[in-house]
């Protein structure tokens, strides 16, 4: 099943910033099991509203059924890696 993580960001959010150091070491361990999608919050203000994005950083996990699960805020790589793990079950 194709799992999808969505990061929304923006340039001057600072733990966006922590985040993204999280989410590189993700992608090098478990990169092959899902997919990345980087979105910055300024340029796409249309898909945020979609997904009720209010704080940054947010992250979305989802699959063909749509979203596993959402995190608010600066999120370890372990409880990212679960959602990951349940999504694509």
């Given at each position: 099943m194709a799992?999808?993580?969505?990061d929304?960001?923006?340039?001057?959010?600072?733990?966006?910033?922590t985040?993204?150091?999280?989410?590189?070491?993700?992608?090098?361990?478990r990169g092959d099991?899902?997919?990345?999608?980087?979105?910055?919050?300024?340029?796409?203000?249309e898909l945020a509203n979609?997904?009720?994005v209010r704080s940054l950083p947010t992250l979305i996990v989802e699959n063909e059924d749509?979203?596993?699960?959402r995190f608010i805020g600066v999120t370890?790589?372990?409880d990212i890696e679960q959602a990951i793990d349940q999504a694509s079950a």
């Open positions: 799992v999808t993580l969505k929304f960001y923006a340039d001057w959010c600072g733990p966006c910033k985040q993204d150091t999280i989410l590189e070491e993700l992608e090098d361990a099991e899902f997919d990345i999608e980087k979105i910055n919050v300024d340029e796409n203000q979609d997904y009720q749509g979203v596993v699960e370890q790589q372990e």
